[in-house]
């Protein structure tokens, strides 16, 4: 207990003086002036919002603090109050735009609002928002086929969840029943969800409760930045034979990775990591689940799913986020002879695969193919990357330019031999971006990474200006 207390005011503060470092950062620098003729301009749009009549920003602050968990917390000293969207952009309370770098969290994968995603959803809620599965839908099926389509091999059977979380949960659990093993091997830095099994899965402790997580292994994380054998993939997969030989029967019931570790800093796996991973998991008769969560829907650019970078073909994949553009929906896609297993009791999800959301995916879909967002998000994606990296030539804060397609981080240092994370600095950064128009994510083990994850409607034009933008914010530091 004494060790407890200990470390509790040890941690309090750590907090306290990081603190005080970022209030004097803040303090020591010039406010931005509106009349700087030096300010980047944000590319011209044409939209304008319908006046916002609704509450301040203040008290909607006050009331969530009243009544919501206090675990939620906001990004900014002053957080944005957002009440419009469209495509790339969003929209304050006082009609102010800005433009959206973090999507929703890698979820607004066609644009804020998009036309075809809205009409379809108006049109179906209209006319039927909610029965079960347990009656035939149109919407439902239409949707699976199209989803199946996009798969690769024999992944042609899809069960509809409300998040990634529950699709995890529920591939986890599938591999388990599959194979008779309990032992699945997770990636250290993953994250997978928040729930009992995925937070088993999830290897970050910010994110870990202390509560009963059993039979998950975390494995040497392929980094190729902060990782002991940088980019050679195959000497991080001997360390998934070393936990199945020294750390389970032998037998395994699966592994499990993202393509891309999105809430982990933007971490791309190195290359030829998973093909000989896959190669130990299927000796120990395990299967393979890949997390697209964050990484599919066309976001590489490269590829339609993460994965596929890599080569492999999965067993289980499971996927939310950019699905529904920001509609609950979640889903988790296998082959009908792994399917079977959920058929020796009853699987049943009460939202899972309803009109509403399936509709909505359905549009995704369609919207990602008509307007070749995929392309774009290669193009727009690969110039955006190359102007990153000569930010990184100009600013020794800069340690690491990664990602690919609209799926990139940018990760801070203070000393980049010694790679020292930057966490209070990206702070001061995030905050003058933002009051020059930029809204951009932050995540990775030490909160010291950009997660820039956009509409992959961004044009070369939002590129440019998010570079400014943060190339001025840097230069004033």
Same mark, same amino acid.
């Given at each position: 207990?004494?060790?407890?207390?200990?470390?509790?005011?040890?941690?309090?503060?750590?907090?306290?003086?990081?603190?005080?470092?970022?209030?004097?950062?803040?303090?020591?620098?010039?406010?931005?002036?509106?009349?700087?003729?030096?300010?980047?301009?944000?590319?011209?749009?044409?939209?304008?919002?319908?006046?916002?009549?609704?509450?301040?920003?203040?008290?909607?602050?006050?009331?969530?603090?009243?009544?919501?968990?206090?675990?939620?917390?906001?990004?900014?000293?002053?957080?944005?109050?957002?009440?419009?969207?469209?495509?790339?952009?969003?929209?304050?309370?006082?009609?102010?735009?800005?433009?959206?770098?973090?999507?929703?969290?890698?979820?607004?994968?066609?644009?804020?609002?998009?036309?075809?995603?809205?009409?379809?959803?108006?049109?179906?809620?209209?006319?039927?928002?909610?029965?079960?599965?347990?009656?035939?839908?149109?919407?439902?099926?239409? %949707? $699976?086929?199209?989803?199946?389509?996009?798969?690769?091999?024999?992944?042609?059977?899809?069960?509809?969840?409300?998040?990634?979380?529950?699709?995890?949960?529920?591939?986890?659990?599938?591999?388990?029943?599959?194979?008779?093993?309990?032992?699945?091997?997770?990636?250290?830095?993953?994250?997978?969800?928040?729930?009992?099994?995925?937070?088993?899965?999830?290897?970050?402790?910010?994110?870990? %409760?202390?509560? #009963?997580?059993?039979?998950?292994?975390?494995?040497?994380?392929?980094?190729?930045?902060?990782?002991?054998?940088?980019?050679?993939?195959?000497?991080?997969?001997?360390?998934?034979?070393?936990?199945?030989?020294?750390?389970?029967?032998?037998?395994?019931?699966?592994?499990?990775?993202? $393509?891309?570790?999105?809430?982990?800093?933007?971490?791309?796996?190195?290359?030829?990591?998973?093909?000989?991973?896959?190669?130990?998991?299927?000796?120990?008769?395990?299967?393979?689940?890949?997390?697209?969560?964050?990484?599919?829907?066309?976001?590489?650019?490269?590829?339609?799913?993460?994965?596929?970078?890599?080569?492999? #073909?999965?067993?289980?994949?499971?996927?939310?986020?950019?699905?529904?553009?920001?509609?609950?929906?979640?889903?988790?896609?296998?082959?009908?002879?792994?399917?079977?297993?959920?058929?020796?009791?009853?699987?049943?999800? /009460?939202?899972?695969?309803?009109?509403?959301? /399936?509709?909505?995916?359905?549009?995704?879909?369609?919207?990602?193919?008509?307007?070749?967002?995929?392309?774009? $998000?290669?193009?727009?994606?690969?110039?955006?990357?190359?102007?990153?990296?000569?930010?990184?030539?100009?600013?020794?804060?800069?340690?690491? #330019?990664?990602?690919?397609?609209?799926?990139?981080?940018?990760?801070?240092?203070?000393?980049?031999?010694?790679?020292?994370?930057?966490?209070?600095?990206?702070?001061?950064?995030?905050?003058?971006?933002?009051?020059?128009?930029?809204?951009?994510?932050?995540?990775?083990?030490?909160?010291?990474?950009?997660?820039?994850?956009?509409?992959?409607?961004?044009?070369?034009?939002?590129?440019?200006?998010?570079?400014?933008?943060?190339?001025?914010?840097?230069?004033?530091?």
């Amino acid at each position: 207990m004494q060790r407890f207390v200990v470390g509790r005011v040890s941690q309090e503060k750590h907090f306290l003086q990081w603190r005080r470092s970022l209030s004097q950062l803040v303090q020591n620098k010039a406010p931005l002036q509106e009349n700087d003729l030096l300010l980047p301009k944000m590319p011209p749009f044409d939209y304008s919002p319908p006046p916002y009549n609704g509450p301040s920003a203040a008290d909607i602050l006050q009331k969530r603090k009243q009544y919501l968990s206090p675990s939620i917390f906001c990004f900014y000293n002053q957080p944005v109050n957002i009440v419009d969207g469209k495509m790339q952009y969003l929209f304050d309370e006082k009609g102010r735009r800005y433009l959206d770098a973090f999507g929703g969290i890698a979820t607004v994968n066609c644009g804020h609002c998009h036309p075809d995603v809205v009409d379809v959803i108006v049109k179906q809620i209209n006319r039927l928002q909610h029965s079960t599965v347990l009656y035939l839908n149109h919407a439902i099926a239409d %949707f $699976a086929e199209a989803l199946a389509s996009k798969m690769p091999g024999d992944l042609k059977v899809v069960f509809f969840t409300n998040s990634g979380t529950e699709a995890n949960e529920l591939a986890m659990m599938m591999a388990r029943l599959y194979t008779g093993c309990n032992d699945i091997i997770s990636l250290r830095n993953a994250y997978h969800g928040n729930a009992a099994g995925t937070m088993g899965a999830t290897a970050q402790r910010v994110w870990k %409760f202390n509560v #009963v997580q059993t039979g998950v292994h975390h494995a040497l994380n392929p980094d190729p930045y902060r990782g002991m054998f940088g980019s050679d993939g195959e000497k991080y997969a001997r360390d998934v034979q070393d936990l199945i030989d020294f750390g389970t029967s032998g037998h395994v019931a699966g592994f499990i990775s993202e $393509a891309i570790q999105g809430v982990g800093g933007i971490v791309e796996l190195a290359p030829g990591y998973l093909p000989a991973v896959y190669s130990s998991i299927k000796k120990a008769g395990g299967l393979f689940i890949a997390d697209e969560v964050q990484s599919g829907f066309a976001r590489t650019g490269s590829h339609f799913w993460g994965f596929e970078s890599q080569g492999v #073909v999965p067993d289980i994949v499971t996927m939310a986020k950019g699905i529904g553009n920001g509609i609950p929906l979640g889903a988790v896609v296998t082959t009908p002879e792994i399917a079977e297993v959920l058929t020796r009791r009853n699987y049943f999800n /009460t939202f899972g695969g309803n009109p509403v959301c /399936t509709t909505a995916g359905h549009a995704v879909l369609k919207v990602i193919e008509k307007e070749k967002l995929q392309e774009n $998000a290669y193009v727009v994606g690969s110039y955006l990357k190359e102007r990153l990296l000569s930010l990184k030539d100009k600013y020794e804060i800069i340690g690491d #330019v990664r990602g690919r397609g609209l799926m990139l981080g940018v990760e801070f240092v203070t000393d980049r031999k010694l790679k020292t994370p930057a966490n209070v600095e990206i702070l001061h950064i995030m905050d003058q971006m933002k009051e020059m128009g930029v809204l951009v994510g932050k995540g990775g083990f030490y909160g010291n990474v950009f997660r820039i994850t956009p509409p992959l409607c961004f044009t070369k034009e939002d590129a440019d200006f998010f570079v400014d933008v943060m190339d001025y914010a840097m230069s004033k530091m």
